[in-house]
């Protein structure tokens, strides 16, 4: 039994309107940081205001450590929720906005006092609290949401991109203290957020949602290097995955993937696989980095092409290249920094075993 069970959960919010969380299952151990990474109107923030109480479930079950919450109130959940907005008080000092959970608990004074000390240190605050929200910046304001949402203890964290408000600069440096004050307490955390980058540095697992479904559940290496669609494959990593359509043929030479401008030797452990494939289209997908260009034009077993390079993009510690594949554009990210014109001939050579194939109809990882 995981700490957290979310099994085929379901949300509409009308009746005959469309299904926003569509049979959503997840199991999350004790201690983990997830994170809900998707674009806008996924469903991240419905499936987190569903875990919290705020939002009726429309089927489906939610359990901590074996029994259901359903039946309980948001304040009965043991659930602490960090809002985009922040949602601190303008009216009342740092301390109050801390205590004011406490307050509704009918905590003892002294207690209070105590517990909002503690959780104002662990944001390192302490300092602030006679202050009011209209006199701070936006991270000490984010610190105080924070330190609010930790001094009841929760046993459970939701974080509702909780870093959306701040510029990059302290974004990144919260983000690595809201994951520092996770470890610190043991608490199990979700963050939603529709930055990969962030949902990158920051989860244990990723679960990575589209249009109410989740379309993988992995940790970062497993969703960017494995990932499972083709969704997936795209909405993860800077520059994206290079797509190319092809189709599979059989040919004297073993197997092959032709595209618009190349032919793919097909490596001989994913024949079988592709096989059932010849004569159809096919997907294939290729990360930047994986890509290795030879300006002396030699080729390897993962041979593509030759191109012209388009538009060089120094990056100061490597170089993202820009050419085209028949009509596609593609990325190329080196490995280091390149010395290289626009306007050179290479050759391009996939790294073994970095191909993604994908099934057209379904978007699913065929190999
Ligand atoms: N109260 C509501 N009534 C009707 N539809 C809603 C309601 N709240 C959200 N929706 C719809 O549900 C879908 C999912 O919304 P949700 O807020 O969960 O997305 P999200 O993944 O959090 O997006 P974002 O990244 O923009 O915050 C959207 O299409 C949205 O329009
Ligand atoms: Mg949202």
């Not at 408000?165 to 690595?176: C, E, G, I, P, Q």
């Not at 290097?225 to 909405?235: I, L, N, Y």
């Not at 997908?285 to 994986?290: K, Q």
Request: hydrophobic residues 40%; glycine residues 8%; aromatic residues 8%.
């Amino acid at each position: 039994m995981s700490y957290l069970e979310i099994r085929n959960l379901q949300k509409k919010y009308t009746k005959n309107g469309p299904m926003i969380v569509n049979n959503m299952n997840l199991s999350i151990e004790k201690g983990e940081f997830i994170v809900f990474l998707g674009p806008s109107g996924c469903g991240k923030t419905t499936t987190i205001r569903m875990i919290s109480g705020l939002e009726e479930v429309t089927g489906g079950d939610i359990c901590i450590e074996g029994e259901s919450i359903l039946a309980k109130k948001p304040k009965e959940r043991g659930v602490s929720m960090i809002f985009q907005s922040y949602a601190i008080w303008p009216h009342m000092t740092v301390f109050d906005n801390i205590a004011y959970p406490l307050k509704l608990q009918n905590v003892p004074r002294e207690e209070i006092r105590r517990r909002v000390e503690t959780a104002a240190a662990a944001t390192d605050i302490q300092g602030l609290l006679k202050r009011y929200p209209a006199q701070m910046s936006g991270g000490q304001r984010q610190r105080v949401a924070v330190s609010r949402a930790i001094v009841v203890e929760p046993k459970l964290f939701l974080m509702d991109e909780p870093l959306s408000n701040l510029d990059a600069k302290l974004r990144v440096s919260m983000r690595t203290e809201l994951k520092n004050i996770h470890n610190k307490l043991g608490a199990t955390s979700i963050f939603v957020t529709h930055d990969q980058a962030e949902a990158m540095s920051l989860a244990d697992r990723i679960v990575v949602m589209y249009k109410g479904n989740i379309e993988q559940i992995g940790t970062p290496m497993e969703v960017y290097q494995d990932s499972a669609t083709r969704f997936v494959a795209e909405f993860i990593g800077t520059p994206p995955t290079n797509f190319f359509m092809t189709s599979i043929e059989r040919t004297e030479e073993g197997v092959q993937a032709v595209g618009d401008g190349f032919c793919y030797q097909v490596p001989v452990g994913l024949t079988d696989t592709l096989l059932p494939y010849a004569g159809r289209k096919i997907e294939m997908g290729v990360r930047p980095e994986y890509i290795e260009i030879s300006p002396g034009l030699d080729r390897t077993e993962g041979y593509l092409t030759d191109v012209d390079i388009r538009f060089v993009e120094p990056q100061g510690s490597h170089s993202i290249l820009i050419a085209k594949v028949g009509a596609t554009e593609i990325k190329i990210h080196t490995t280091k920094y390149m010395d290289i014109a626009a306007g050179s001939r290479v050759s391009l050579n996939v790294k073994e075993g970095r191909v993604m194939f994908f099934d057209c109809d379904t978007g699913k990882r065929v190999k």
